[in-house]
Antibody
Framework: QVQLVQSGSELKKPGASVKVSCKAS????????LNWVRQAPGQGLEWMAW????????TYAQGFTGRFVFSLDTSVTTAYLQISSLKAEDTAVYYC?????????????WGQGTLVTVSS | SYELTQPPSVSVSPGQTASITCSGD??????ACWYQQRPGQSPVLVIY???KRPSGIPERFSGSNSGNTATLTISGTQAMDEADYYC?????????FGGGTRLTVL
């Protein structure tokens, strides 16, 4: 069965970095794009980027360039989100989600989410 | 940038029909999807390609997309349907979410 398993919660100080992982299993990793979605406390879903799992090339939403790096390690079927120079406003749950091929399919599988808390 | 607009909240009585709208410029020219998110849980896809239900999603969930508005309809709403609902579409190569609608089953 398809699974996306994310790394555990993180507590970081402002200015630090964090790396969140998303381990995919149960399907051919390179057959579907992976997306990252942010949800701040009490807020809605915010799309951050999608990554082409064949080329590793990401497409970013506005506001998620610079401090945000999206990467892959296809050898371990894992996607990564790294955030540097953390700010309090980065506190959120970060989700990875699979986007199968073909237009309009939607995000059919989601990770359990990783809570990143930025606090001094 | 492309925007999708949802009402912040919708209320419905048990057994009645709930409709949640999602508005965007020429939305009918794009595909719309819908997600259900219960508190503390990851979102779940309930409608894709405007009208299709993933396996395991009850038949009471249906979708439409015409003009500038996509609509999620829940027929015979049950207490377990109380959740936040988000529409989603694509603008060229980027993804857009609506702001979300809290469905309350009174």
């Amino acid at each position: 069965q398809v699974q996306l398993v994310q790394s555990g919660s993180e507590l970081k100080k402002p200015g630090a970095s964090v790396k969140v992982s998303c381990k995919a299993s149960g399907y051919t990793f390179t057959s579907s794009a992976l997306n990252w979605v942010r949800q701040a406390p009490g807020q809605g879903l915010e799309w951050m980027a999608w990554i082409n799992t064949n080329t590793g090339n990401p497409t970013y939403a506005q506001g998620f360039t610079g401090r945000f790096v999206f990467s892959l390690d296809t050898s371990v079927t894992t996607a990564y989100l790294q955030i540097s120079s953390l700010k309090a406003e980065d506190t959120a749950v970060y989700y990875c989600a699979r986007d199968p091929p073909g237009g309009g399919q939607g995000f059919d599988y989601w990770g359990q989410g990783t809570l990143v808390t930025v606090s001094s | 940038s492309y925007e999708l607009t949802q009402p912040p909240s919708v209320s419905v009585s048990p057994g009645q029909t709930a409709s949640i709208t999602c508005s965007g410029d020429k939305l009918e020219d794009k595909y719309a999807c819908w997600y259900q998110q219960r508190p503390g849980q990851s979102p779940v896809l309930v409608i894709y390609k405007d009208t299709k239900r993933p396996s395991g999603i009850p038949e009471r969930f249906s979708g439409s997309n015409s003009g500038n508005t996509a609509t999620l309809t829940i027929s015979g709403t049950q207490a377990m349907d109380e959740a936040d609902y988000y529409c989603q579409s694509w603008d060229s190569t980027t993804v857009v979410f609506g702001g979300g609608t809290r469905l309350t089953v009174l």
